[in-house]
T-cell receptor
Framework: EDQVTQSPEALRLQEGESSSLNCSYTVSGLRGLFWYRQDPGKGPEFLFTLYSAGEEKEKERLKATLTKKESFLHITAPKPEDSATYLCAVQPLYGNNRLAFGKGNQVVVIP | DTEVTQTPKHLVMGMTNKKSLKCEQHMGHRAMYWYKQKAKKPPELMFVYSYEKLSINESVPSRFSPECPNSSLLNLHLHALQPEDSALYLC????????????????FGSGTRLTVV
């Protein structure tokens, strides 16, 4: 069974204090790993797709990396507007068209 | 157009009402999804449509009835819901995996906040 574990569950950061979120996964063949940002009461906002180990993608203060077992979302010099829940999801290479979601990393950035 | 549009944004319904949630996308995606999300939980898959045909039903109670009238539209018909069905209902779309597109990212709508009273 495909499994996704995100850590830490919750994180409080001072503005400007860089940190990393972890997404560990077990899947029988990876088609893609996705990172989303979700604000309360809103739908998930797409951030990145990673397809193969060694791949890295960046967007503003966020950088996502991928290995064969885990992905990291690095937040550099965060601002209060980066406060959100960050969701990681994997899509298996075989089988039905499903995403397996982790429980999310809830990030609060304090001014 | 890179959006998935859901209506209404908020819905309050009684347990005997019939209502529908609507979802529309114009990105050429041929896979569309309904998810249910409770507070502080990840989205849970309910239904998947691929080429306008229902391909996955995650054992969802029959009081939820999906419909895909065409490649751009997805509906979720609601009838005789229970208070525990109150949640954020999310629609998403994507390319169908395995057909040459390298972008399988799901695009989500902003959701319908449903309250059953």
């Amino acid at each position: 069974e495909d499994q996704v574990t995100q850590s830490p569950e919750a994180l409080r950061l001072q503005e400007g204090e860089s940190s990393s979120l972890n997404c560990s996964y077990t899947v029988s063949g990876l088609r893609g790993l996705f990172w989303y940002r979700q604000d309360p009461g809103k739908g998930p906002e797409f951030l990145f797709t990673l397809y193969s180990a060694g791949e890295e993608k960046e967007k503003e203060r966020l950088k996502a990396t991928l290995t064969k077992k885990e992905s990291f979302l690095h937040i550099t010099a965060p601002k209060p507007e980066d406060s959100a829940t960050y969701l990681c999801a994997v899509q298996p290479l075989y089988g039905n068209n499903r995403l397996a979601f982790g429980k999310g990393n809830q990030v609060v950035v304090i001014p | 157009d890179t959006e998935v549009t859901q209506t209404p944004k908020h819905l309050v319904m009684g347990m005997t009402n019939k209502k529908s949630l609507k979802c529309e996308q114009h990105m050429g995606h041929r896979a569309m999804y309904w998810y249910k999300q409770k507070a502080k939980k990840p989205p849970e898959l309910m239904f998947v449509y691929s080429y306008e045909k229902l391909s996955i039903n995650e054992s969802v109670p029959s009081r939820f009835s999906p419909e895909c009238p065409n490649s751009s539209l997805l509906n979720l018909h609601l009838h005789a819901l229970q208070p525990e069905d109150s949640a954020l209902y999310l629609c998403a779309s994507s390319h169908v995996p395995g057909l040459g597109s390298s972008n399988y990212g799901y695009t989500f709508g902003s959701g319908t906040r449903l309250t059953v009273v």
